[in-house]
Nanobody
Framework: QVQLEESGGGLVQAGDSLRLSCTTS?????MGWFRQRPGLEREFLAA???????TLYADSVKGRARIARDSTKTIYLLMHNMTPGDTGVYYC?????????????????WGQGTQVTVSS
């Protein structure tokens, strides 16, 4: 397992964009973003592979979200046109060994989550 540190949450106005960052303490095979909205189960948003840079998106955010990585063990989630329905806790997750996945059970390390609130 690795340590994950998220940043970038907070209050966002409807229509604005969101940028979240997550830095890992060690080597991972892939990393992803999930969120848990009030009253709902945690859901997958996007994932990225460190080796090839391949990406995977949930249908619910495809076209509105982008996941990226840099050379410093940090990944980013960019989401555009935020709505109050995007309010929730956003989690970064990592697989130390594996392939791109959308199921949370495939990830063995999790960040503590960062609250994102979208006001109308």
């Amino acid at each position: 397992q690795v340590q994950l540190e998220e940043s970038g949450g907070g209050l966002v106005q409807a229509g604005d964009s969101l940028r979240l960052s997550c830095t890992t303490s060690g080597r991972t095979a892939a990393m992803g973003w999930f969120r848990q909205r009030p009253g709902l189960e945690r859901e997958f948003l996007a994932a990225i592979s460190w080796r090839g840079g391949g990406t995977l998106y949930a249908d619910s955010v495809k076209g509105r979200a982008r996941i990226a990585r840099d050379s410093t063990k940090t990944i980013y989630l960019l989401m555009h046109n935020m709505t109050p329905g995007d309010t929730g806790v956003y989690y970064c997750a990592a697989q130390t060994d594996g392939v791109l996945a959308s199921r949370d059970v495939e990830y063995d390390s999790w960040g503590q989550g960062t609250q994102v609130t979208v006001s109308s």
